[in-house]
Protein backbone atom coordinates (compact mmCIF):
# COMPACT_ATOMS: atom_id res chain seq x y z
CA UNK A 1 0.00 0.00 0.00
CA UNK A 2 0.89 3.81 -0.06
CA UNK A 3 1.83 4.24 3.87
CA UNK A 4 1.58 2.22 6.83
CA UNK A 5 -2.42 1.05 7.91
CA UNK A 6 -3.04 0.27 11.05
CA UNK A 7 -6.71 -1.03 12.72
CA UNK A 8 -8.21 -0.24 14.73
CA UNK A 9 -7.54 3.36 14.66
CA UNK A 10 -9.85 3.56 18.03
CA UNK A 11 -10.47 0.72 20.40
CA UNK A 12 -12.64 1.20 23.78
CA UNK A 13 -12.27 -2.31 25.63
CA UNK A 14 -13.17 -3.39 28.98
CA UNK A 15 -10.48 -4.23 31.65
CA UNK A 16 -9.65 -7.83 31.88
CA UNK A 17 -10.74 -8.06 27.73
CA UNK A 18 -8.03 -9.51 24.76
CA UNK A 19 -7.58 -7.02 21.99
CA UNK A 20 -5.58 -7.55 18.57
CA UNK A 21 -4.16 -4.78 16.87
CA UNK A 22 -3.26 -4.70 13.39
CA UNK A 23 -0.53 -3.37 11.21
CA UNK A 24 -0.38 -3.46 7.34
CA UNK A 25 3.08 -2.45 6.35
CA UNK A 26 4.37 -0.30 3.23
CA UNK A 27 4.53 -3.27 0.46
CA UNK A 28 8.30 -4.60 0.45
CA UNK A 29 9.41 -3.91 3.54
CA UNK A 30 10.99 -6.15 5.44
CA UNK A 31 11.22 -4.43 8.84
CA UNK A 32 8.29 -3.95 10.95
CA UNK A 33 8.46 -2.55 14.39
CA UNK A 34 6.02 -1.39 17.34
CA UNK A 35 6.18 1.31 19.77
CA UNK A 36 3.57 2.39 22.37
CA UNK A 37 3.06 5.77 23.10
CA UNK A 38 1.57 6.92 26.77
CA UNK A 39 0.12 10.35 27.16
CA UNK A 40 2.67 12.99 28.06
CA UNK A 41 5.58 10.11 27.49
CA UNK A 42 8.07 9.07 24.71
CA UNK A 43 7.74 6.14 22.41
CA UNK A 44 8.30 3.35 24.00
CA UNK A 45 9.71 0.22 21.77
CA UNK A 46 7.76 -3.18 21.79
CA UNK A 47 8.95 -5.51 19.42
CA UNK A 48 11.24 -5.48 16.05
CA UNK A 49 10.38 -8.24 13.09
CA UNK A 50 12.65 -8.93 10.42
CA UNK A 51 10.57 -10.90 8.07
CA UNK A 52 8.27 -13.52 10.01
CA UNK A 53 10.51 -13.67 13.04
CA UNK A 54 10.98 -11.68 15.85
CA UNK A 55 15.30 -10.98 17.09
CA UNK A 56 14.03 -8.12 19.62
CA UNK A 57 11.16 -9.01 21.79
CA UNK A 58 12.78 -6.95 24.65
CA UNK A 59 10.17 -4.28 24.80
CA UNK A 60 7.09 -6.22 25.46
CA UNK A 61 6.28 -5.06 28.87
CA UNK A 62 4.67 -8.32 30.06
CA UNK A 63 3.68 -11.74 28.92
CA UNK A 64 -0.09 -10.54 28.44
CA UNK A 65 1.54 -8.79 25.36
CA UNK A 66 2.44 -10.62 22.26
CA UNK A 67 3.06 -10.32 18.65
CA UNK A 68 3.26 -12.04 14.98
CA UNK A 69 4.02 -11.53 11.47
CA UNK A 70 2.54 -13.34 8.73
CA UNK A 71 4.27 -14.08 5.40
CA UNK A 72 6.90 -11.17 5.81
CA UNK A 73 3.93 -8.62 5.97
CA UNK A 74 0.77 -8.24 8.36
CA UNK A 75 1.16 -8.44 11.80
CA UNK A 76 -0.70 -8.55 15.02
CA UNK A 77 -0.01 -7.67 18.49
CA UNK A 78 -2.47 -8.86 21.21
CA UNK A 79 -2.61 -7.79 24.61
CA UNK A 80 -4.41 -10.10 26.87
CA UNK A 81 -6.25 -9.59 29.58
CA UNK A 82 -6.25 -5.92 29.40
CA UNK A 83 -5.63 -4.06 32.32
CA UNK A 84 -6.05 0.40 32.68
CA UNK A 85 -2.01 0.69 32.65
CA UNK A 86 -2.39 -0.82 28.95
CA UNK A 87 -4.17 2.79 27.51
CA UNK A 88 -2.07 4.44 25.27
CA UNK A 89 -1.41 4.94 21.75
CA UNK A 90 0.08 1.85 19.80
CA UNK A 91 2.02 2.63 16.39
CA UNK A 92 3.36 0.64 13.83
CA UNK A 93 6.42 1.26 11.23
CA UNK A 94 8.21 -0.61 8.69
CA UNK A 95 11.58 -0.18 6.97
CA UNK A 96 12.76 -1.37 3.46
CA UNK A 97 16.00 -2.44 5.86
CA UNK A 98 16.58 -3.86 8.90
CA UNK A 99 19.49 -3.20 10.69
CA UNK A 100 19.30 0.48 11.50
CA UNK A 101 20.29 1.31 8.16
CA UNK A 102 16.40 2.21 6.75
CA UNK A 103 14.00 5.13 7.17
CA UNK A 104 11.10 4.07 9.25
CA UNK A 105 7.60 5.16 8.34
CA UNK A 106 4.57 5.07 11.05
CA UNK A 107 1.43 4.61 10.65
CA UNK A 108 -1.77 6.77 12.34
CA UNK A 109 -1.61 4.59 15.30
CA UNK A 110 -4.42 2.80 17.43
CA UNK A 111 -5.38 4.26 19.88
CA UNK A 112 -6.52 1.91 23.29
CA UNK A 113 -8.67 2.74 25.93
CA UNK A 114 -9.10 0.26 28.84
CA UNK A 115 -12.24 1.21 31.36
CA UNK B 1 20.35 1.89 27.44
CA UNK B 2 20.18 5.11 25.21
CA UNK B 3 19.25 8.23 26.54
CA UNK B 4 17.58 10.98 24.39
CA UNK B 5 16.86 14.70 25.63
CA UNK B 6 15.26 16.74 23.31
CA UNK B 7 15.66 20.62 24.53
CA UNK B 8 13.95 23.45 24.78
CA UNK B 9 10.24 20.91 25.71
CA UNK B 10 8.17 23.13 24.05
CA UNK B 11 9.17 26.52 22.03
CA UNK B 12 7.26 29.38 20.68
CA UNK B 13 7.83 32.10 17.83
CA UNK B 14 6.56 34.73 15.42
CA UNK B 15 6.02 33.43 11.76
CA UNK B 16 9.04 34.12 9.89
CA UNK B 17 11.69 33.39 12.40
CA UNK B 18 14.52 30.55 11.84
CA UNK B 19 14.61 28.60 14.87
CA UNK B 20 16.90 25.59 16.31
CA UNK B 21 15.74 22.15 18.04
CA UNK B 22 18.45 20.42 19.69
CA UNK B 23 19.01 16.91 20.51
CA UNK B 24 21.59 15.22 22.55
CA UNK B 25 21.87 11.12 23.00
CA UNK B 26 24.37 8.94 25.61
CA UNK B 27 25.39 6.24 23.09
CA UNK B 28 27.18 7.43 20.08
CA UNK B 29 27.22 4.28 18.41
CA UNK B 30 24.37 4.57 16.52
CA UNK B 31 23.57 3.59 12.72
CA UNK B 32 21.33 7.04 11.93
CA UNK B 33 19.12 9.32 13.00
CA UNK B 34 15.63 10.49 11.91
CA UNK B 35 13.72 13.36 12.67
CA UNK B 36 10.24 13.46 13.08
CA UNK B 37 7.41 15.67 13.53
CA UNK B 38 4.22 14.75 14.83
CA UNK B 39 0.70 16.72 15.15
CA UNK B 40 -1.94 16.02 17.74
CA UNK B 41 -3.29 12.72 17.56
CA UNK B 42 -1.33 11.51 14.81
CA UNK B 43 1.26 9.13 13.79
CA UNK B 44 4.79 10.57 13.15
CA UNK B 45 6.42 11.71 9.76
CA UNK B 46 9.57 11.51 8.76
CA UNK B 47 11.47 14.60 8.21
CA UNK B 48 14.96 13.82 7.63
CA UNK B 49 17.08 10.84 8.00
CA UNK B 50 21.17 11.24 8.37
CA UNK B 51 23.58 7.97 8.24
CA UNK B 52 26.04 8.25 10.84
CA UNK B 53 28.87 8.77 7.96
CA UNK B 54 27.28 12.32 7.22
CA UNK B 55 27.19 15.12 8.93
CA UNK B 56 24.11 16.66 7.66
CA UNK B 57 21.00 16.37 5.43
CA UNK B 58 18.90 19.29 3.65
CA UNK B 59 15.00 19.09 2.73
CA UNK B 60 13.49 22.49 1.66
CA UNK B 61 13.39 24.78 4.78
CA UNK B 62 14.80 22.04 7.25
CA UNK B 63 18.23 21.54 7.62
CA UNK B 64 19.48 18.59 10.54
CA UNK B 65 23.32 18.11 11.76
CA UNK B 66 24.74 15.32 13.29
CA UNK B 67 27.66 15.14 15.30
CA UNK B 68 27.88 11.82 16.15
CA UNK B 69 31.17 11.94 18.37
CA UNK B 70 29.36 14.14 20.50
CA UNK B 71 26.31 12.86 20.60
CA UNK B 72 24.12 16.12 19.25
CA UNK B 73 22.18 16.78 16.78
CA UNK B 74 19.99 19.71 16.13
CA UNK B 75 17.21 20.81 13.49
CA UNK B 76 16.64 23.82 11.70
CA UNK B 77 14.00 25.34 10.32
CA UNK B 78 14.04 28.36 8.12
CA UNK B 79 11.41 31.02 7.50
CA UNK B 80 8.64 29.61 10.06
CA UNK B 81 5.13 29.09 9.54
CA UNK B 82 2.24 28.43 11.42
CA UNK B 83 2.19 24.64 9.42
CA UNK B 84 5.49 23.99 11.42
CA UNK B 85 3.54 23.86 14.61
CA UNK B 86 3.97 20.01 15.78
CA UNK B 87 6.08 17.99 18.17
CA UNK B 88 9.55 17.39 16.64
CA UNK B 89 10.99 14.16 17.55
CA UNK B 90 14.41 13.20 17.13
CA UNK B 91 15.47 9.25 17.18
CA UNK B 92 18.94 7.95 16.77
CA UNK B 93 18.80 4.37 15.42
CA UNK B 94 20.76 1.15 16.88
CA UNK B 95 20.64 -2.31 15.32
CA UNK B 96 17.17 -3.01 16.29
CA UNK B 97 15.21 0.29 16.53
CA UNK B 98 14.98 4.06 17.46
CA UNK B 99 15.20 5.28 20.45
CA UNK B 100 13.13 8.64 21.18
CA UNK B 101 12.78 11.12 23.56
CA UNK B 102 9.74 13.17 24.52
CA UNK B 103 10.36 16.35 21.42
CA UNK B 104 9.88 20.13 21.27
CA UNK B 105 6.76 20.97 20.94
CA UNK B 106 6.97 24.05 18.54
CA UNK B 107 4.28 26.99 18.08
CA UNK B 108 4.48 29.09 15.74
CA UNK B 109 2.39 32.07 16.14
CA UNK B 110 0.82 34.30 13.35
Known amino acids: GAGVSQSPSNKVTEKGKDVELRCDPI?????LYWYRQSLGQGLEFLIY????????KSGLPSDRFSAERTGGSVSTLTIQRTQQEDSAVYLC?????????????FGEGSRLTVL | KQEVTQIPAALSVPEGENLVLNCSFT??????LQWFRQDPGKGLTSLLL?????REQTSGRLNASLDKSSGRSTLYIAASQPGDSATYLC?????????FGTGTRLTVIP
Open chain 1, 93 to 105: ASSLRSRGTGELF
Open chain 1, 49 to 56: FQGNSAPD
Open chain 2, 50 to 54: IQSSQ
Open chain 2, 27 to 32: DSAIYN
Open chain 2, 91 to 99: APQGANNLF
Open chain 1, 27 to 31: SGHTA
